[in-house]
């Protein structure tokens, strides 16, 4: 009774704190595993099974989704869990038959992906990976800054379409005027009252969303090149797709 | 949809789609900076939705609480139920609610008109207002002794018919029982047609025998009292 009391305590934390999230995610991770094996009917091979991930997040949903009221926390867990593994299951019940890039074509020999003409060659796509790596670690540096992480910035990030389109009209309008851009990175504060009177968005919406514009109002700025090329479609004003 | 890999944690990494929105998902072993293309995305919390909707549930509880004692209320005491006529001879119309409590008079002719000239019935029940204006009609002439009240009483049930006029006889009996000798007839209101709106029962409560009442236009008298009350000078 105390335990579950104790965990209790834990996931209200972890709800808060992703730090602390993580901890109670690694310490509970047998009982993750324990589960997932149980779903599989099988021992799992940890390096390749994509099942663990899929539990790993189901535990995380049933971290954020618990509530007192709902029993105790593990079944709860167990049970979405299941649920989370049968989605993923179905889902990939339709790509069966398809061949993975990724597999080995022979023992120990090349995947399949590397004997496909075109594809990026394995050091192409390494240093690709590296200077992703090292913009994400200098904007993830200039969000510290504001007190905000990319996982601040993912939970405060708008799932309507129109708020969804409002930002993005916001950042349409903030990369056409690089001054605007650079009295952000001066004062450290958003222009919301310019911001809400020339996009004619709601000054509520501005401040609601306010992490996960200041990180659009990062990338538009110098310095992220390869971020705004992922985002080329949308800097150029495009629709949702 | 491409999605590049944000930031890296025990259970889950940080996306960013081509749409710029950012997501949690599944980590399957990714690395920082890697580009992705089916990721199994984390569902979002429906929390904010259940409060969304538990609000919604409660104000539709509170309106639909509100309809029914409004309604109730509305049914009970904004709603004419019944309606009496006093005729002595000013003649006066009294509006009954469902609780029995008076919510107009209006004169139905130039006497009553003279009789109800500044007096309000607000908030008072039946018996007090008759009282009051038979009182009135005796200090301002209009009712003296051998003279007659007649109580036309227009009730959607025979039920309620009853309990009025034999309500109405004692109270008006014991009113002037000490003052005048009048004639108290208590009649079943009928229209043009000659039908009653009062709807017959299986089951009538009998009337005390110190009640009479009479249907007018049938001429059915069941019975009259004379009511005689010795005047303590007289």
């Known amino acids: 009774m105390n335990e579950e009391h104790v965990l209790v305590g834990q996931v209200y934390e972890a709800k808060e704190d992703m730090e602390a999230a993580d901890r109670l995610i690694s310490s509970y991770l047998p009982f993750v595993k324990s589960e997932t094996a149980k779903y599989l009917k099988r021992p799992l091979i940890e390096e390749n099974d994509d099942e663990l991930s899929i539990a790993m997040i189901a535990f995380h949903e049933a971290i954020r989704g618990y509530a007192k009221g709902r029993g105790a926390f593990l079944p709860f867990a167990s049970v979405l869990i299941k649920n989370r593994l049968t989605d993923y299951m179905r889902r990939e019940r339709k790509h069966r038959g398809h061949l993975s890039l990724d597999m080995p074509l022979e023992e120990g020999g090349d995947t399949l992906g590397m004997r496909l003409p075109g594809q990026e060659d394995e050091q192409e796509a390494c240093d690709r990976r590296d200077a992703t790596k090292s913009e994400i670690e200098e904007l993830a540096g200039q969000l510290a800054r504001f007190g905000v992480s990319f996982t601040d910035v993912a939970e405060n990030c708008p799932r309507q379409k129109r708020t969804v389109c409002a930002c993005r009209k916001i950042m349409e309008y903030a990369g056409g005027n690089p001054e605007l851009l650079e009295e952000f990175l001066r004062t450290g504060r958003i222009p919301v009252t310019r911001l809400s009177r020339e996009c004619h968005v709601e000054r509520k919406t501005l401040e609601r969303h ?6 659009l109002f990062l990338i538009c700025t110098n310095g992220y090149e390869i971020i705004r090329g992922h985002l080329k479609y949308v800097l150029k004003g495009g629709a949702d797709q | 949809m491409k999605y590049i890999i944000m930031e890296c944690h025990v259970s889950y990494a940080v996306l960013l789609d081509e749409g710029g929105r950012f997501w949690r998902a599944a980590n ?14 984390m569902k979002e919390s429906d929390t904010v939705k259940k409060m969304k909707m538990r609000a ?3 104000i539709a509880v509170a309106a639909a609480c509100f309809l029914l004692v409004f309604t109730s209320y509305y049914r009970d005491y904004m709603v004419m139920e019944t309606a009496v006529c006093l005729t002595i001879n000013p003649s006066v119309r009294m509006e009954l609610n469902r609780k029995g409590q008076v919510m107009n008079v209006a004169g139905l002719n130039e006497d009553g008109r003279k009789l109800l000239e500044g007096y309000s019935p607000a908030s008072k029940d039946r ?19 051998g003279g007659m009240v007649v109580v036309d009483i227009d009730a959607p049930e025979e039920a309620i018919f009853q309990r009025y006029g034999v309500e109405l006889r004692k109270e008006l009996a014991e009113y002037l029982e000490d003052t005048l000798a009048v004639e108290i007839q208590i009649v079943k209101h009928e229209d043009e047609t000659g039908k009653s709106s009062v709807k017959p029962e299986e089951t009538v409560p009998s009337a005390p025998k110190t009640v009479q009442i009479k249907k007018s236009n049938q001429s059915l008298r069941c019975s009259r009292r004379m009511i005689r009350c010795r005047n303590n000078q007289g």
């Open chain 1, 210 to 215: 306010r992490k996960y514009l200041i990180a």
């Open chain 2, 28 to 41: 399957r072993q990714y690395q920082i900076g890697q580009t992705v293309e089916d990721p199994v995305l």
């Open chain 2, 56 to 58: 919604a549930m409660g």
């Open chain 2, 127 to 145: 018996l007090s207002v008759t009282k009051e204006l038979i009182g009135r009609a005796v200090e301002m002439g209009y009712l003296s002794a």
